[in-house]
């Protein structure tokens, strides 16, 4: 099961920035944080991942709360191409098993 | 260039039919992976490979066999086919290392069984 929950949806303006949570409230202190995005009948996009310091890259921010208990993803300026269904996952990085735990994730509807 | 491709993308078959999707990567990856997405559109590991060794079997149905050539290759065959097998199937890779495991995943395949 995923360890993440995550709103179903959310609207955003083109434009603006799009703001999306994650709570984890479960995670262990070798877990990362990731995040992956999946455009309509695409394969899943990596999008950004994170340990306990924020990040930030071409795509996007990843802002993790202190505690790690809840992050937030950061699009600064949403285009409606960015309208996609994203998902939070956290796992360890570098261990046998790699696999990625897909949860329900956020349908992000970018508005013209 | 493809990162990682899928062929056939789109695989129409009746029941009781065997069939293969094939999966190549070249980005030099060392892991490989089959996920499937079903109509619901949950994503689910069944398969991974690394070095041509199997190191994920998540429960998937004896039907299911995937093999792998060599470390760019990564096939699945499909055996007696049911309803249920319906579905998205992607491929993915990665370089299984410390931070380094990011996972690039291929168009998919379709898979429709009548």
């Known amino acids: 099961d995923a360890k993440t929950t995550q709103p179903p949806s959310m609207d955003c303006a083109e434009g603006r920035a799009a703001n999306l949570p994650c709570n984890h409230s479960t995670i262990s202190g070798n877990e990362y944080v990731y995040w992956y995005r999946q455009i309509h009948s695409q394969g899943p996009q990596y999008i950004i991942h994170?340990?306990?310091n924020n990040e930030t890259n071409e795509m996007a921010s990843l802002i993790i709360t202190e505690d790690r208990k809840s992050s937030t993803l950061i699009l600064p300026h949403a285009t409606l191409r960015d309208t996609a269904v994203y998902y939070c996952?956290?796992?360890?990085?570098?261990?046998?098993?790699?696999?990625?735990?897909f949860g329900t994730g956020t349908l992000l509807a970018v508005q013209p | 260039d493809t990162a990682v491709s899928q062929t056939p993308k789109y695989l129409v078959t009746q029941m009781g039919n065997d069939k293969s999707i094939k999966c190549e990567q070249n980005l030099g990856h060392d892991t490989m992976y089959w996920y499937k997405q079903d109509s619901k559109k949950f994503l689910k590991i069944m398969f991974s490979y690394n070095n041509k060794e199997l190191i994920i079997n998540e429960t998937v149905p004896n039907r299911f066999s995937p093999k792998s050539p060599d470390k760019a290759h990564l096939n699945l065959h499909i055996n007696s086919l049911e309803l249920g097998d319906s579905a998205v199937y992607f491929c993915?890779?990665?370089?299984?290392?410390?931070?380094?495991?990011?996972?690039?995943f291929g168009p998919g395949t379709r898979l429709t069984v009548l």
């Open positions: 994170g340990l306990k």
């Open positions: 996952i956290v796992r360890v990085v570098g261990g046998a098993t790699n696999k990625l735990i």
């Open positions: 993915a890779s990665s370089q299984v290392g410390q931070g380094k495991d990011t996972q690039y």
